[in-house]
């Protein structure tokens, strides 16, 4: 026996067309996601997420960061950076030591590899980057595209658990 007939949804229906929102954006996101990550591990030997957070420390001042400052920045949580951290560690791209300022804090620094590591994949992101999103996009889309991001992320940041110390370095 087969299902009843869906009733039509009219055009203009707001539920649908945020339905059909939130399906292209998840699609396109996922397609990027998968691609960059693709190219960089063919390219870099890396994942997107290991690009990302190496991204961050190489920002950071003294190249080091607070593992859940890390966490936050990059939307993962703490059980899941550590393991992350760990196969970065063993490729001698990060090293973790504790916070002299706060020995309950583990910090995590870029090494010279892991710059080197993140040197040589840039190119090859910045180009699977630029011909996937950036190209096709124009300057006004690229600016909203990254303030809906950044809206975005600062609602969907994991909240820091309790008890944690403020960022740090």
């Not at 693709?38 to 991204?55: K, T, V, W």
């Not at 190249?63 to 966490?71: G, I, K, V």
């Not at 973790?96 to 620094?109: K, N, Q, S, T, V």
């Amino acid at each position: 026996m087969s299902a009843p007939p869906r009733p039509a949804v009219a055009a203009a229906d707001p539920d649908r067309e945020a339905q059909r929102t939130m399906r292209s954006f998840l699609t396109a996101a996922r397609l990027l996601s998968e691609q960059l990550g693709h190219e960089l591990r063919r390219e870099g030997g890396m994942s997107q997420i290991h690009y990302e957070l190496l991204d961050w420390l190489s920002e950071a001042p003294g190249l080091r960061l607070r593992m859940n400052e890390l966490a936050r920045r990059t939307g993962v949580s703490a059980s899941r950076l550590s393991h992350l951290a760990d196969r970065l560690e063993q490729r001698g791209w990060i090293e973790r030591a504790e916070d002299p300022g706060d020995r309950r804090a583990l910090l995590a620094r870029l090494t010279p590899a892991g710059r080197v590591a993140l040197e040589e994949a840039a190119p090859w992101h910045a180009d699977c980057a630029r011909t996937r999103l950036l190209d096709h996009l124009s300057a006004d889309q690229l600016r909203r595209l990254r303030e809906i991001s950044d809206q975005l992320s600062g609602r969907l940041t994991l909240p820091e658990p309790r008890g944690t110390p403020p960022p740090g370095p």
